[in-house]
C-alpha cells in the first residue's frame, strides 16, 4: 500500500460477526474461514515458502489440501498496522467479483495481528510479468483484456458498492494474475469506504497547502498530490499509467533515469487529446509501443490507438473531466476488438 496510509485516519468499525462452524479450531463468517494461530501454521507449514512481500506484509504460499493452493497475507504486528489490516479484512470481506481476488479466511488476534487467507494467483502480479519477465512477452490480446478486467474491478467498487469504495493504490504490482492471465485486483489497505466522492487528509493544516504523502511513484494522481483531495479520479489516474504500462512495456517509474511514464508519455497524450487518436501519426504510436510486439503492429495499430486514448482521458486534469469506470469499460468493449475473444462484448460482469 502506498504511504497514503500516514496521511488519512481510519475510521475502522467491526462489523464482523463469528459463527462457529463443524471445523473445529475454526470460524467461518459468510463462507470464509476465521482461522486460529495454529491453522495458519500448518496451512503454510511454518511460513515455508515466501512468493511476495510488501511494504506492510509478507505472502506465504499456503496449503488448503494436496490440490488446492491459497496464499497467505501477514500484515507486520503492530497496532497501526492492524487497523490497515482490519480495514482490508473488512472491505474483502464484502467484496465479490471476479476480478477482485477472493478472501477465504484469516486470523484475527484482536490486537495488533492479523493475515489474511487469499485465493492463490499463480502468475504473480502484472508488474513482474511485463518488465520482468523478458523471456516471455504478454500477448497484445491478453493486455487489454487485462486493462477490461481491471477497469471492470474499479467499477464494481466505485459504481457498484454501497457504501461505495475507492481502491487509493491501482498500480500494476496490486493487479495479479491467474493460470490464464486473467486479472485480480488485491491490496485494499490504502482504501477509503464510504465518503460521497471526496475526502481531505486531516494532516493538512491550514498553513500547509502540501500534503507529505507522496504515493506509490509513477501512479499517484499530481491533483491529489497538491490538493489533499483524494476522489474516485484518482484511482481512474492510476488505471491510467497502467494502461501506458500496458501499451508500453515500460515501468511507470524508471528508478534509474528518475523518469515518470506519464511524463514521457505527455507529448503523444497532448496530441490525442488536442486532436484524435485517430489523426495521430502512426510512427508516434509505433515510437511508443512496447517494441516486443512491434511486430504485430500493423494489425494492432488502431487497438494501440484506442488504448492510448483512454490513458490520455485517464490521466488528464481537471479530474472532473476524468471518465467514470463504466464508461472507460463501455468505450473499451466498442473500439478493441481483440477483447471478443473473451466474449466481453457479449456479457458484461459488474
Ligand atoms: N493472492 C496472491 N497470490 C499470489 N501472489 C500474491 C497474492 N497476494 C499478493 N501476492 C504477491 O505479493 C505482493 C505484495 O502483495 P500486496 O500488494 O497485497 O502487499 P502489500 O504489503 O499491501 O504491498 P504494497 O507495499 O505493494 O502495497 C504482490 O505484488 C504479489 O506479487
Request: glycine share 6%.
Amino acid at each position: 500500500m502506498a504511504c497514503f496510509l500516514k496521511c488519512v485516519p481510519f475510521n475502522v468499525t467491526p462489523t464482523i460477526t463469528d459463527k462457529p462452524t463443524s471445523k473445529e479450531g475454526s470460524l467461518a463468517v459468510s463462507g470464509v474461514t476465521r482461522y486460529s494461530w495454529d491453522d495458519v501454521e500448518a496451512l503454510t507449514s511454518n511460513f515455508s515458502r515466501l512468493i511476495g512481500s510488501g511494504g506492510y506484509s509478507s505472502i506465504y504460499m499456503a496449503r488448503l489440501s494436496s490440490s488446492a493452493k491459497a496464499a497467505l497475507k501477514v500484515h507486520v504486528s503492530s497496532h497501526r498496522l492492524y487497523k490497515i489490516f482490519k480495514l482490508e479484512l473488512d472491505i474483502l470481506l464484502r467484496l465479490h467479483h471476479p476480478n477482485i481476488v477472493k478472501l477465504l479466511g484469516y486470523f484475527d488476534d484482536s490486537e495488533e495481528n492479523g493475515a489474511l487467507l487469499l485465493e492463490y494467483l499463480p502468475q504473480g502480479n502484472l508488474q513482474e510479468k511485463l518488465h520482468r519477465n523478458s523471456k516471455q512477452v504478454l500477448p497484445w490480446r491478453n493486455r487489454v483484456a487485462i486493462a477490461l478486467q481491471l477497469v471492470q474491478a474499479i467499477e464494481h467498487i466505485h459504481e457498484k458498492c454501497i457504501p461505495q469504495i475507492v481502491h487509493g493504490d491501482i498500480k500494476s504490482s496490486n493487479v495479479l494474475l491467474d493460470k490464464n492471465l486473467n486479472s485480480k485486483l488485491c491490496d485494499f489497505g490504502s482504501a477509503k469506504v464510504g465518503f460521497s466522492s471526496m475526502v481531505q487528509p486531516s494532516t493538512m493544516s491550514p498553513r500547509s497547502r502540501h500534503v507529505t504523502m507522496v504515493g506509490s511513484p509513477g501512479y499517484t494522481d499530481p491533483h491529489y498530490l497538491r490538493t489533499g483531495v483524494a476522489s474516485k479520479k484518482m484511482d481512474m489516474y492510476g488505471f491510467g499509467v497502467v494502461v501506458l504500462e500496458l501499451v508500453s512495456g515500460k515501468e511507470a517509474f524508471s528508478a534509474g533515469k528518475g523518469e515518470m511514464l506519464a511524463h514521457v508519455a505527455a507529448p503523444l497524450i497532448q496530441e490525442i487529446l488536442d486532436h484524435s487518436s485517430v489523426d495521430v501519426a502512426e510512427d508516434s504510436v509505433r515510437g511508443f509501443l512496447d517494441p516486443r510486439l512491434l511486430r504485430d503492429s500493423i494489425d494492432i495499430i488502431d487497438e494501440v490507438k484506442a488504448m492510448l486514448s483512454v490513458a490520455a482521458l485517464c490521466i488528464g486534469s481537471p479530474p472532473s473531466l476524468r471518465p467514470s469506470a463504466s464508461r472507460v469499460a463501455e468505450s473499451l468493449i466498442q473500439k478493441i476488438p481483440s477483447l471478443s475473444f473473451l466474449g466481453c462484448g457479449k456479457k458484461r460482469v459488474i
